[in-house]
């Protein structure tokens, strides 16, 4: 790694690289780690130390320390987004298996009674309910929701406002008190 900083790094030093990853490294594997086990089946430990290299050579090869800005986002979202957007390319490189909400059959009767709002058939499109199902059942962000479907988080958030006004209508809930997600 020490030669690859030799090359690419023109305007920050090795040492102030060092500094960088010896003060947030704990952070990134955090991040990785939690990401990895709790998204993938069949992850280990090698895939984290895997990933947290692809972070640490992603970061230095495209100079991203120096395009840092702090009036953009704090360190830690910064190095969030990054290690979150390597972690899931890594994984669909390596064709890792994604836990898929609805291929969970193990919930116990206490959960079946939670969750037993069902949609109308036929009242929303099949992406608008994917996506709701995620969102809503699935516990996933409108970010999560749009890297596993391939499409942008503004799209994943336009197709989850037009799911709830289809079934605010439906349920006549228009002129009720929104509640927000």
């Known amino acids: 790694m020490n030669t690859y900083i030799d090359k690419k790094c023109e305007y920050i030093s090795e040492k102030e690289v060092n500094y960088f990853f010896k003060k947030n490294i704990n ?3 955090n991040v990785v780690n939690k990401f990895i086990f709790s998204k993938y089946i069949g992850a280990d430990k090698n895939d984290v130390d895997e990933v947290c290299q692809e972070v640490a ?3 230095i090869k495209n100079d991203y320390i120096l395009k840092y800005s702090s009036k953009k986002s704090s360190i830690n979202t910064w190095i969030y987004i990054i290690s979150r957007s390597v972690a899931v390319d890594y994984m669909r490189k390596n064709n ?3 836990i898929n909400v609805d291929d969970l059959e ?6 079946r009674e939670k969750n037993d709002f069902n949609i109308p058939e ?3 499109s099949e992406r608008q309910n994917e996506v709701v199902r995620m ?5 996933l962000n409108a970010v999560e ?3 596993q479907l391939g499409i942008t988080s503004c799209t994943v958030r336009c197709i989850k406002h037009q799911a709830i006004q289809k079934l605010r209508r439906h349920f006549s809930a228009d002129d009720k008190r929104r509640i927000r997600s």
């Open 27 to 29: 952070f990134i594997k």
């Open 57 to 59: 050579l992603k970061i």
């Open 96 to 98: 890792r298996i994604y």
């Open 106 to 111: 193990d919930f116990s009767e206490c959960d």
């Open 122 to 124: 036929g009242l929303l």
């Open 135 to 139: 969102i809503f059942w699935g516990d």
């Open 145 to 147: 929701v749009a890297e």
